[in-house]
Structure formats: C-alpha cells, structure tokens
C-alpha cells in the first residue's frame, strides 16, 4: 500500500480477504444446498429455504453488538478477532458433515463467530487511521478494505462449484473453513503492526455497566425470542421471523439508551449514527436478496448455457453442471417450476429437469442431449467482480473531487448510494418485461447490469457506513457502535428474507422490483433531507 497508508492496511486487508473467501463461500451455495433434491441437499422449498436463509444472515449480523461490546470492555480487538475466527472456521467444517443437528450447530459457531470477528476487524483498521498522518486518509482505506472484502468474495464461488461438482456438498463447505483458518494465520502475522491500536477504553459513569447489559439486553432478548418462537401462530410469517424481530427489541431500546443517557458531547454525533443506521436498513434489505431473489432469477430465469468455445475449459474446471433434456408433452409444471404431473398423474420425482420449463422452443436441444450449464453460484462473484473493478474508479473520482475541494460528505455519499442502488432495481424490471415475465430465458446481461448498478451504490454507502461509525463514535464504545451498524445489516438482512418468502407470492415478478425500488427511493429521500443535519455534525465534530 502507499505510504499514506499504515502497514498494517496490508495484513488486515488479506485477513478480511480470507474470512470473507469462506463466509461467501457458504453463502452462495446457501439456498442452493437447502434446496437441493439431487445431490444430497436437504430438499427444502424455497420459501422455507429463504426464511431460514434471512434468519441466518440477520443473525450473523446481529451477534457484532455481543462482540464490540466484549472487545470494547474486555478482551480487546486482537483476541475478539480470533476468536471469531476460529468459531467461523469449525462452523464451515461442521457444515459438511452430515445432518439436521450438525447443520444448526454449525450455523450456531458461524453466527457467534461473526459476532466477535466483524466489528473489531474494522474498529482495528480505523484505530489505525487514528495517528494524525493517516487522518484524512480514513475513506480511501476503508474503500481498500473493501475491496479485500470482494476479492474474497468473487474467487470463492469458482472454489465452491469446483468442489461442489467434483466432490460434493460437504468438501464445499470444508473449503469454506479452511480459507477463515488462512486468514487467522494472516492476522496473527501481521500482529506487529497494529497491536498498538488494541486499547481497552476506560468505562465512563455515563456507561451502564456489563453485568446490567446482559441482565437487561442480553436476557431478556433470548427471553421475548424464544416466546415469540413459541407462540402459538405467526404475527410475521414464521416462528423464526417472530422470534429475531422480538429479540431485536430489547438491543434497540440499548442503542436508544446510548443517545438518552450520552454527554452533550456525544448526543448529536450519536443521533447522526443512529439515523444513518435506520436507512441503511433498506439498502440491506434490497442487496442481500442476491442470495435469494436473483439466484432464482439465476437459476431459472437466466440463461445459463455454456458457449460451446468454452465448453471444454469450463468443464475440465469442474465449473459447469450437466443436465439431460427428456421430451414429453405430458409433463406439466406449476407456476413455481414445480413438476406436478407426469403422463396425466401426479408425481414427486422430477424426471424432466427444470431448467428447460421456460426455454424458447427453438433452443430445445435434441432428446438425451446433455447440456452444460454455469453453476448458479457463479452469479454471485459479479458482485464483488464489480466492487474491484470499480473501487479504484470510485476512489479517483473521489479523490479527483477532493483536490478541487469538491468530495461531497461521507453523508452526501451515503444519500446517493441509495439512490443509485434504487436504479439497479429498474434493470430488473426490463428484464422481467424482456423475458415475459418469466417465460423465456433472458440473457446474464441483465443480471450483470444490475449488479453493476448497484454495486455503485454499495461502493457509496458501505465503506462510508464504516467509515462514519469510526468518525463520529466516542472512542471508548468505538466497537459497540460498530456493532450497532452491523445491528442495522441484521436488520435488513432478516427484511430481505422475509421479501424473499413473497417473491412466488407475485404474478408478475416486475411488482418484485418495483416494491425494492420504492422502499430505496424512500430511504434515499429522507436521508437527502437529513443531510443539512448531518453535514452540520460531521463538520462539527471533525474540525
């Protein structure tokens, strides 16, 4: 890295690197593996699949309050970390062995683990950009940070089709762990360099005290979660969603109590965090369906055929799974490419694969002709293909900005993130109308401009979310409010599953998207009007 950056930028760049090469991993063959009826998956249907899918991410991303806080009191960042990691890394193994009980265990560590890994890795960083001489640098190397992120996240989907077509399920998984291990052993290499930043902060009277936080957060969230779980009935759709929206409350009333209880000092810079938190919650909400949404659009709606002059390569990698075409008038599918009949009766065995439901006539292969297709999984590395592509771009034009002192606010660029991401959702929309509403395959352009429009959006609002919590937090709860932007992602995460449950809900899957597309133009609009506010904090407190 350049030298206005510190070395330790490095090592913790490659850290995430890793840990985000295994946690993307699993997740992109998440909803795959529930689903999946052929291969040894566990034959759910999609709508249990994304219910369980938005529980998990929400979780994941609720644990980082328990972690920052730990770290903030008492382990410090360092030993939160590996801590972290190596329950991340027994998860993914534990994923590949077989069963009910050790699939949930192994979610269990996975979520616990994240808990401790995520917010500190980032409180580390921006300790670092602390020292005066990296300062004004602090965007630029949360955008790096960043990008370490993707890199990990696009080459792991080559590893997990390689192993999934070649081995199976499990070995997929166990890659998964062995690349956080890689990462912890990155981490602890570069220890030298930011063991300096790993200060415990001194608890203010203002504080409440850890023993009160688990007798009047932790406890009673596990309590009203585990109520709503058992409830008889459903108020928002699944025992699952009741019991994560429920145990939420408890941790918001705690953040809410941060503001009331705060110094005159900190109350305006932590009204400025707590806001930006609520409408980030949309964004979530929106980009996390790439795990659900659009990997059935994947899936079914795109296609997904290999160009015969890379037919050989891509199946010599292992990154293409066969399917053989059956022709027979006599099978009828439902409007959720369920097979329901065969020969006039019903049946549960899938005989004609699904994939050929809504190709266009003419492109029908011969009978018995084996066609390869693109795992599906493979989708979501354009994602993060994008944010490296694009994060230099995103940084000169920044940085070409900042020299004619013309960069508008991390704020502004939170405001605008949203409004773009909003745009990605209308590509979407052509593309259900391209494709009939689902009856012909539409080509992977769509899909690739989506995420390419979005990821603009990303690039503006997620890096500078970090990048905010580390500006405007009281030093000594630097990593509580970390966690509480990563309490605000929980949010969203769990939003995204429960829209995802609708998505066979709509007719028309262009309603889908046009829904996303309000619920971000309306975020979008009421952070532009907080934006006098919040410029007004920024300048305050940082000048």
Same mark, same amino acid.
């Given at each position: 890295?350049?030298?206005?950056?510190?070395?330790g930028?490095n090592?913790?760049f490659?850290?995430?690197?890793?840990?985000?090469?295994?946690?993307?991993?699993?997740?992109?063959?998440?909803?795959?593996y529930?689903?999946?009826?052929?291969?040894?998956?566990?034959?759910?249907?999609r709508?249990?699949?994304?219910?369980?899918?938005?529980?998990? *991410?929400a979780?994941?991303?609720l644990?980082?309050f328990?972690?920052?806080?730990?770290?903030?009191?008492?382990?410090?960042y360092?030993?939160a *970390?590996?801590?972290?990691?190596? $329950?991340?890394?027994?998860?993914?193994?534990?994923?590949?062995?077989?069963?009910?009980?050790?699939?949930?265990?192994?979610?269990?560590?996975i979520?616990?683990?994240?808990?401790?890994?995520?917010?500190?890795?980032?409180?580390?960083?921006?300790?670092?950009?602390?020292?005066?001489?990296?300062?004004?640098?602090?965007?630029?190397?949360?955008? *790096?940070?960043y990008?370490?992120?993707?890199?990990g996240?696009?080459?792991c989907?080559l590893?997990?089709?390689?192993?999934?077509?070649k081995?199976?399920?499990g070995?997929?998984?166990?890659t998964?762990?062995?690349g956080?291990?890689?990462?912890?052993?990155?981490?602890?290499?570069g220890l030298?360099h930011?063991?300096?930043?790993?200060i *415990?902060k001194a608890?203010?009277?203002?504080?409440?005290?850890?023993?009160n936080i688990?007798?009047?957060?932790?406890?009673?969230a596990?309590a009203?979660?585990?109520?709503?779980?058992?409830?008889?009935?459903?108020?928002?759709?699944?025992?699952?969603?009741?019991?994560?929206?429920?145990?939420?409350?408890?941790?918001?009333?705690?953040y809410?109590? $941060?503001?009331?209880?705060?110094?005159?000092?900190?109350?305006?810079p932590?009204?400025?965090?707590?806001s930006?938190?609520?409408?980030?919650?949309?964004?979530?909400a929106?980009?996390k369906?790439?795990?659900?949404?659009?990997t059935?659009?994947?899936q079914?709606y795109?296609?997904?055929?290999?160009?015969?002059?890379?037919d050989?390569?891509v199946?010599s990698?292992y990154?293409?799974?066969?399917?053989?075409?059956?022709e027979?008038?006599?099978?009828?599918?439902?409007?959720?490419f369920?097979?329901?009949?065969?020969?006039?009766?019903?049946?549960k065995?899938?005989?004609r694969h699904?994939?050929f439901?809504?190709?266009?006539?003419?492109k029908?292969?011969?009978?018995?002709?084996?066609?390869?297709?693109?795992?599906t999984?493979?989708?979501q590395?354009?994602?993060?293909?994008w944010?490296?592509?694009?994060?230099?771009?995103?940084?000169?034009f920044?940085?070409?900005?900042?020299?004619?002192?013309?960069?508008?606010s991390t704020?502004?660029k939170?405001?605008?993130?949203?409004?773009?991401?909003?745009?990605?959702?209308?590509?979407?929309?052509?593309?259900?109308?391209i494709?009939?509403?689902g009856s012909?395959k539409?080509?992977?352009?769509?899909?690739?401009?989506?995420?390419?429009?979005i990821?603009?959006?990303?690039?503006f609002?997620?890096?500078?979310?970090l990048?905010?919590?580390?500006?405007l937090?009281?030093?000594?709860?630097?990593?509580?409010?970390?966690?509480g932007w990563?309490?605000?992602?929980?949010?969203?995460?769990?939003?995204?599953?429960i829209?995802?449950?609708?998505?066979?809900?709509?007719?028309n899957?262009?309603?889908?998207?046009?829904?996303?597309c309000?619920?971000l133009?309306l975020a979008?609009?009421?952070?532009l009007?907080?934006?006098?506010?919040?410029?007004k904090?920024l300048?305050?407190?940082l000048s």
């Open positions: 890295m350049a030298k206005k950056h510190p070395i930028l090592y913790l490659f850290t995430e690197l890793w840990e985000r090469f295994g946690y993307y991993l699993m997740i992109g063959i998440f909803q795959l529930l689903t999946d009826t052929d291969k040894g998956g566990l034959g759910m249907d709508k249990e699949a994304a219910d369980i899918y938005g529980t998990f *991410i979780f994941v991303f644990t980082p328990l972690g920052g806080l730990l770290a903030d009191r008492v382990l410090g360092k030993n *970390i590996l801590i972290g990691g190596v $329950l991340m890394g027994l998860g993914y193994l534990g994923l590949a062995l077989p069963g009910l009980t050790a699939f949930y265990s192994s979610l269990f560590l979520i616990l683990g994240n808990g401790f890994f995520k917010p500190n890795i980032s409180t580390l960083l921006g300790n670092l950009y602390n020292d005066p001489k990296y300062k004004e640098h602090k965007d630029a190397g949360y955008n *790096i940070f990008m370490g992120i993707n890199i996240a696009c080459v989907n590893f997990a089709a390689y192993m999934r077509n081995y199976g399920w070995y997929a998984f166990a998964a762990g062995v956080m291990f890689i990462g912890i052993a990155t981490f602890l290499i030298r930011y063991r300096h930043v790993d *415990i608890v203010q009277p203002e504080d409440m005290p850890l023993s688990f007798a009047q957060v932790f406890l009673p596990i009203v979660g585990a109520g709503a779980w058992f409830f008889p009935g459903n108020i928002f759709g699944s025992d699952s969603t009741d019991a994560f929206i429920f145990a939420t409350i408890p941790v918001i009333i705690y809410v109590g $941060l503001y009331v209880k705060a110094s005159v000092e900190d109350k305006r932590l009204a400025a965090l707590l930006i938190m609520a409408v980030s919650v949309v964004f979530w929106v980009f369906q790439n795990g659900t949404a659009l059935t659009w994947a079914f795109t296609d997904r055929e290999v160009p015969a002059v890379v050989a390569p199946k990698l990154l293409a799974e066969a399917v053989a075409y059956k027979d008038s006599n099978t009828v599918f439902n409007e959720k369920q097979v329901v009949k065969e020969n006039g009766l019903p049946v065995d899938v005989t699904v994939y439901k809504n190709m266009a006539t003419e029908l292969p011969e009978e018995g002709t084996e066609l390869h297709l693109f795992n999984e493979l989708f590395s354009i994602n993060p293909f944010v490296i592509v694009l994060t230099p771009v995103v940084v000169a920044f940085g070409f900005l900042g020299v004619r002192k013309m960069e508008p704020a502004t939170i405001a605008l993130g949203l409004l773009i991401s909003a745009l990605s959702t209308l590509v979407m929309v052509a593309a259900v109308y494709g009939n509403n012909e539409v080509s992977p352009a769509w899909l690739i401009s989506c995420y390419g429009v990821t603009v959006g990303e690039l609002l997620s890096p500078m979310g990048s905010l919590v580390s500006k937090s009281p030093k000594r709860i630097t990593a509580v409010m970390m966690g990563f309490l605000a992602t929980s949010l969203g995460n769990k939003l995204s599953g829209l995802a449950t609708l998505w066979d809900g709509y007719e899957k262009a309603n889908f998207f046009l829904v996303n309000v619920l133009g979008a609009i009421i952070t009007f907080m934006l006098k506010w919040l410029n904090i300048k305050e407190h």
